[in-house]
């Protein structure tokens, strides 16, 4: 074979290698984390059984930059009889690490926190049966700012 149709070939070759890797590029899913994939990760609630009741729901907005940047849910699962807080990032800022943070405090009973420089989600989860709790759901904003987040500061959901 000539050097002429060798250099056409892995022309050809490499052309072909860098469309497969495109399309493979596109058609792949986002990496979407959803809260119910962070109640049953280890890394998230840790509750393989997947049942959860939400107990509160509260959106952080960037005011400054006018978005959304996550959710912040308190949850409940009576089969392990456990709280878990997840701060869930959403919209543009789901994918883009910036600190999270997920924050159960339990009375009587070890604070839980789960924070660090993340792209889906923070979750901290324990046993809280027979206790009340308060907790805090932050996020960093992504395109410059503070941090965005809630904390109770009254004891909730004893019993």
Request: charged share 20%; net charge neutral; glycine share 12%.
């Amino acid at each position: 074979m000539s050097r002429t149709y060798r250099r056409i070939f892995v022309r050809i070759g490499l052309a072909f290698g860098l469309v497969l890797a495109s399309i493979t590029f596109v058609a792949s899913p986002a990496s979407a984390h959803t809260l119910g994939e962070a109640v049953v990760s280890e890394r998230g609630c840790g509750w393989p059984n997947g049942d959860y009741r939400v107990l509160t729901r509260v959106d952080l907005w960037d005011d400054r930059n006018d978005m959304p940047l996550g959710e912040v849910y308190v949850l409940w699962n009576g089969t392990y009889r456990e709280n878990c807080v997840v701060t869930l990032r959403v919209g543009r800022a789901d994918g883009v690490a910036s600190y999270t943070e997920a924050v159960l405090e339990r009375q009587g009973m070890k604070t839980i926190k789960d924070e660090g420089n993340y792209a889906h989600y923070a979750a901290a989860s324990g046993y809280a049966a027979g206790t009340c709790i308060r907790w805090t759901g932050s996020i960093a904003a992504i395109y410059g700012g503070g941090i965005y987040g809630t904390t109770t500061t009254e004891w909730r959901y004893c019993g």
